[in-house]
T-cell receptor
Framework: DADVTQTPRNRITKTGKRIMLECSQTKGHDRMYWYRQDPGLGLRLIYYSFDVKDINKGEISDGYSVSRQAQAKFSLSLESAIPNQTALYFC???????????FGPGTRLLVL | DQQVKQNSPSLSVQEGRISILNCDYTNSMFDYFLWYKKYPAEGPTFLISISSIKDKNEDGRFTVFLNKSAKHLSLHIVPSQPGDSAVYFCAASDDSSYKLIFGSGTRLLVRP
């Protein structure tokens, strides 16, 4: 079984809709991250969490919110989706910032 | 302003030859560098890392070189295999920032 899972794997939604992307991990790591990948821009950090009570904005947090429901779960929400949020979204976990980050398989989101 | 740059979006090499992927960074505070490999429809997976106290780290066919004065690192794959065809991301961090900064990626194609 995968250590980091993401649901859904693919999602098509319309402008203005609220959607949630979910991430679960079985690695027992405290740190979790949400990234988006756009062509030519690599991975950019949206939000990160050091533990259940510690959530921080990344470089592109506008238009997004997160919830750390438990050590193992970290959800990303788009309150009102817009077309330029069409991207590939990845969740990741790590022991600390200078240890390897383990990525989920990604969620491909299309906002029409 | 991108702090980690991969200026070559793509690279094509013959099977058995050397692949050299390059990465430049601007932040002199970065002290830990990683390479990730990404196949289509999968999340990035950790490949190799190097601390700023070293100038070389080797793992099998993969070697990472760090030139701190030039703020440059490179990944050498020898010999290259068709299964190495993927997108390669370099990433950097410093202990105070608690996060990884990724480059935009280089797509490697190894021709049989």
């Amino acid at each position: 079984d995968a250590d980091v899972t993401q649901t859904p794997r693919n999602r098509i939604t319309k402008t203005g809709k609220r959607i949630m992307l979910e991430c679960s991990q079985t690695k027992g790591h405290d740190r979790m991250y949400w990234y988006r990948q756009d062509p030519g821009l690599g991975l950019r950090l949206i939000y990160y969490s050091f533990d259940v009570k510690d959530i921080n904005k990344g470089e592109i947090s506008d238009g997004y919110s997160v919830s750390r429901q438990a050590q193992a779960k970290f959800s990303l929400s788009l309150e009102s989706a817009i077309p330029n949020q069409t991207a590939l979204y990845f969740c990741a976990t790590s022991i600390n910032s200078q240890e390897t980050q383990y990525f989920g398989p990604g969620t491909r989101l299309l906002v029409l | 302003d991108q702090q980690v740059k991969q200026n070559s979006p793509s690279l094509s090499v013959q099977e058995g030859r050397i692949s050299i992927l390059n990465c430049d960074y601007t932040n002199s505070m970065f002290d830990y560098f990683l390479w990730y490999k990404k196949y289509p429809a999968e999340g990035p997976t950790f490949l190799i890392s190097i601390s700023s106290i070293k100038d070389k780290n080797e793992d099998g066919r993969f070697t990472v070189f760090l030139n701190k004065s030039a703020k440059h690192l490179s990944l050498h794959i020898v010999p290259s295999q068709p299964g190495d065809s993927a997108v390669y991301f370099c990433a950097a961090s410093d202990d105070s920032s608690y996060k990884l900064i990724f480059g935009s990626g280089t797509r490697l194609l190894v021709r049989p």
